[in-house]
């Protein structure tokens, strides 16, 4: 689950193209602390903005310039998620994170010289939903020292001196969030095997099939679905296995002719429902024992630029 940093970022003497280089790091560090690609990119701005905003004299001061992005782009990601949970108070129905296509599907397929910036986030399981999900639940503190540390493999020095505490502090942040992640993990299939699930639940889902929902749904599945107050969904999340299959039968229903296809979300299978080439949810899926017990349904239509081709 770990991503390398580049030794502390040292890039003696950068340059600009040296320090743009940075970006891609930075973005995936800051998507993981935020969940929010947009803010993600809001971020990354606002610590380039304060970089050229320094004398050509302070920049060269900097020992490494990739390790000073680092901790600013932190300490910003530090403090937006200090009023995140004031903001999702008042955010109608549930607050998911925003889900990220395949790098070959971003965009329908944009070539790497026009990629967006989210091409550059690395899909591996620390984007995962359920563990996107996870990070919700932790301290803004924790939410840093435990990424920093165990994906990004930051010394706790370094952290200390992001999050305001002494190291020892950072690491007893870290473990807590490593216990929260602990307790959420279900031991997922390998990849084949959640992909087959996926596949075998679009189809009953296509073919109306409410025997066949329910046996691939564990009896206490859990569907929470993110509208934003946007769209018409659900704004308390659907238990269990009979409900959550008439659900998605009413949502059938609701949108005649829409299509169901199989697509990687955040690094996983997902499905994305679109209708008359507007993708209307994006759906990720938490498996167990090949029966699905989660499944997130980003509906908010701000959430799925990332989809639109």
């Known amino acids: 689950m770990s991503m390398q ?4 970022g040292a890039l003696f ?22 969940g929010s690609l947009a803010d993600a990119e809001d971020v990354v701005q606002e610590t380039y903005v304060r970089w050229y905003a320094m004398s050509a004299q302070q920049q060269s001061a900097i020992v490494s310039p990739g ?19 004031a903001r999702r108070e008042k955010y109608v129905g549930e607050w998911l994170p925003e889900p ?6 971003w965009g329908g397929g944009r070539s790497e010289g026009t990629a967006d910036p989210a091409d550059r986030v690395t899909l591996d399981e620390s984007v995962g939903m ?27 020095n370094d952290i200390a001196e ?11 942040l870290a473990a807590s969030a490593r216990r929260r992640v602990g307790a959420h993990q279900s031991g997922a299939p390998d990849a084949g095997r959640r992909a087959g699930v996926v596949g075998d639940f679009k189809q009953a889902w296509e073919s109306q099939d409410i025997k066949a929902l329910i046996g691939l749904l564990d009896p206490d599945v859990t569907v929470v679905s993110d509208g934003g107050g946007l769209v018409h969904t659900r704004l308390e999340p659907v238990e269990g296995s009979e409900q959550v ?16 296809l199989e697509r990687s979300v955040n690094g996983q299978p997902g499905l994305v429902i679109q209708h008359e080439g507007t993708v209307l949810s ?27 081709s």
């Open 245 to 260: 299959a008439q659900s998605l039968l009413l949502i059938s229903a609701r949108a005649p002719g829409a299509t169901i």
């Open 100 to 105: 990220l296509p395949d790098r070959a599907e």
């Open 13 to 34: 003497g950068a340059g600009p193209a040296a320090v743009l280089r940075e970006r891609p790091r930075l973005i995936n560090l800051a998507y993981r602390f935020l």
């Open 67 to 85: 390790g000073w992005l680092t901790k600013v782009a932190s300490r910003i990601c530090l403090d937006l998620l200090g009023s995140a949970r």
């Open 130 to 156: 359920a563990f996107l999900v996870v990070l919700e639940a932790m301290t803004p503190a924790e939410r840093v020292a435990f990424i920093l540390h165990d994906v990004f493999r930051y010394p706790f």
């Open 282 to 308: 994006v759906l990720a899926f938490d498996i167990a024992e090949d029966r699905v017990q989660r499944i997130w349904a980003v509906r908010n239509p701000e959430k799925l630029r990332p989809w639109a």
């Open 162 to 172: 992001i999050v305001g505490r002494t190291p020892a502090a950072c690491r007893q």
């Open 5 to 8: 940093p580049d030794a502390g």
